[in-house]
């Protein structure tokens, strides 16, 4: 059964620290990868997408690495702001028990300190 | 703009009351689900749509069902909630299933009372 865990579930930095959040998954049997961004009692806003066959994935200060053979990823977000203060949650599409579906790790909550 | 669009944003209902979660998406997917999220336990799939009339169970199907008459609906009955039904649902669609980007609902905040 796939498995995802996020480490730490809980992050503070100060303004402008370039940051690290890691993923790992039990099953390499995955189509992709894909990072969320939740705001409290909001809804998941995609950040970035890896398919199984590539490495990673880059978008304005936010870059995503997939390594599918030993089950890891990270999130690394440059020179945080006080606006990156969220939940990030990692998630791997795969078909488990013969469902399609996304399985998500429990997310880690970053803030952001002025 | 491409969005999926679910309805009510909030609920608050009574134990025993058939209610149901409106999904709708404009993008011409095929792909839809349902999850729902919950403290420590993580976001969950309730029930998934590969195509129109082509439904299937996920993870914590019972007590919910689904339909999909339509390509852009996807809506989520509950027949008789219970208060362990209280959750924060969110609705996902994607063009297919595999390796495409799923898009989610900015959720429905749901409390059976």
């Known amino acids: 059964k796939q498995e995802v865990t996020q480490i730490p579930a809980a992050l503070s930095v100060p303004e402008g620290e370039n940051l690290v959040l890691n993923c790992s998954f039990t099953?390499?049997?995955?189509?992709?990868l894909q990072w969320f961004r939740q705001d409290p009692g909001k809804g998941l806003t995609s950040l970035l997408l890896?398919?199984?066959?590539?490495r990673e994935q880059t978008s304005g200060r936010l870059n995503a690495s997939l390594d599918k053979s030993s089950g890891r990823s990270t999130l690394y977000i440059a020179a945080s702001q006080p606006g990156d203060s969220a939940t990030y949650l990692c998630?791997?599409?795969?078909?488990?028990?013969?469902?399609?579906?996304?399985?998500f790790g429990k997310g880690t909550k970053l803030t952001v300190n002025p | 703009e491409a969005q999926v669009t679910q309805n009510p944003r909030y609920l608050i209902t009574v134990t025993g009351k058939k209610l149901t979660v409106t999904c709708s998406q404009n993008?011409?997917?095929?792909?839809m689900s349902w999850y729902r999220q919950d403290p420590g336990l993580g976001l969950r799939q309730i029930y998934y749509?590969?195509?129109?009339?082509?439904?299937d169970k996920g993870d914590v199907p019972e007590g919910y069902k689904v339909s999909r008459k339509e390509k852009r609906n996807f809506p989520l009955i509950l027949e008789s909630p219970s208060p362990n039904q209280t959750s924060l649902y969110f609705c996902?669609?994607?063009?297919?299933?595999?390796?495409?980007?799923?898009?989610f609902g900015a959720g429905t905040r749901l409390s059976v009372l």
């Open positions: 996902a669609s994607s063009l297919t299933s595999g390796a495409t980007i799923q898009y």
């Open positions: 099953d390499s049997a995955i189509y992709n």
């Open positions: 890896i398919q199984s066959s590539q």
């Open positions: 998630a791997v599409r795969t078909t488990q028990g013969g469902s399609e579906k996304l399985v």
């Open positions: 993008m011409n997917h095929e792909y």
């Open positions: 749509s590969m195509n129109v009339e082509v439904t």
